[in-house]
Structure formats: C-alpha cells, structure tokens
Nanobody
Framework: QVQLQESGPGLVKASQTLSLTCTVS??????????WNWIRQPPGKGLEWMGD???????DYSPSLWSRISISRDTSKNQFTLQLSSVTPEDTAVYYCVRSMWYVGYDYWGQGTQVTVSS
C-alpha cells in the first residue's frame, strides 16, 4: 500500500518561501510511469494542481505559479519537496502530495497539511 505524508511548517510569513516535503512509503518515486504531484485547496475554493516531478526527474509546473515554484526530489529518502517563493495570504491552503499515472489519474493522496500565510 502506497502512503504519502506531507510535512512542513503550518505558518509562513508573507514574502517568505513555503517549503513542504512529501515522504513516500510502499513505492518508489523512481518507478517508471509515476508522477508525483502537489495540489492545493484554498479555503472555499476548488483543487488547484501546482506541479509535478516525474519518475525520470523532470518536472512541470502550473503556468500561474511558474515564476515562484520549484519541485525537487531526494531519491535516497524517497521524498519530493515543494518550494513556493514570495508567498502571500492568497497561498493559504491545504496542500496535498498526490501520486498519478497518465492513464490512471490521481490514485494515492496524502492526508493534506494546512499552510497559513500571515501578512
């Protein structure tokens, strides 16, 4: 059974960099075919795909976040990390790490972690 667990600070000050790590167990992040995503949900709004890092190490980002986002990985720890710079209160959301495969969709989700950006 694949499990994903987000970790990181729950409170970030505006203009700083938000950093979250997803630890994966029960499956390797370098297994062919899998994408490892960050998705967030602001209060009262829908889910927003932020970006992903793929089994081969390449990444893709939402155009709306392109200038502020970076997703990296540590294969020795089976973890991948989100960094979002220059945050504002509009970045307040529940952040999820999620596994996907292109013809399957999103299949395993972390429990989500609340991040609040203070002004």
């Amino acid at each position: 059974q694949v499990q994903l667990q987000e970790s990181g600070p729950g409170l970030v000050k505006a203009s700083q960099t938000l950093s979250l790590t997803c630890t994966v167990s029960g499956g390797s992040i370098i297994t062919t075919g899998y994408y490892w995503n960050w998705i967030r949900q602001p209060p009262g709004k829908g889910l927003e795909w932020m970006g992903d890092i793929r089994y081969g190490g390449s990444s893709d980002y939402s155009p709306s976040l392109w200038s502020r986002i970076s997703i990296s990985r540590d294969t020795s720890k089976n973890q991948f990390t989100l960094q979002l710079s220059s945050v504002t209160p509009e970045d307040t959301a529940v952040y999820y790490c999620v596994r996907s495969m292109w013809y399957v969709g999103y299949d395993y989700w972390g429990q989500g972690t609340q991040v609040t950006v203070s002004s």
